[in-house]
Each structure stands twice: as structure tokens, then as C-alpha cells.
């Protein structure tokens, strides 16, 4: 799947505030996720968080 900054993502784990989805902050080498419940912000390793993520929610909407 192809991902891009801004786009809100399913994850397999719940967060401890019970919120399953987090929008995408950056892409590189890791991932930072923010949690869409509380605002928690994460970093993940790539493979990690490519094997977190389930599906993509939303896509970032595009400007033309």
C-alpha cells in the first residue's frame, strides 16, 4: 500500500484510550502516528508500523 502524510489509518492494537486509528505525521524511516482519540504521538519503525497497519481510513485530501 502506498502511504502519505495525513492519511488516517486502522491499526490491529488498539491504543489504551481505545481509539484504533491515527493519522500519518511523517514518513521515512519511521513512521509518527498520532492517535485520533487523545493526540498521543508515536514513532514506529517502518516494518513495524506497516505491519500494524490494517487499512487506510481516509485519504489525505488532495489540493489541485
Request: proline content about 3%; glycine content about 8%.
Amino acid at each position: 500500500m502506498k502511504y502519505n502524510i495525513g492519511d488516517i489509518v486502522r491499526t490491529k492494537k488498539q491504543h489504551p484510550c481505545g481509539s484504533k486509528l491515527w493519522e500519518i505525521t511523517r514518513i521515512g524511516v519511521d513512521f509518527k502516528l498520532k492517535c485520533q482519540g487523545c493526540g498521543h504521538v508515536i514513532v514506529l519503525e517502518r516494518p513495524k508500523a506497516i505491519k500494524a497497519i490494517t487499512k487506510i481510513e481516509q485519504k489525505k485530501e488532495t489540493e489541485n
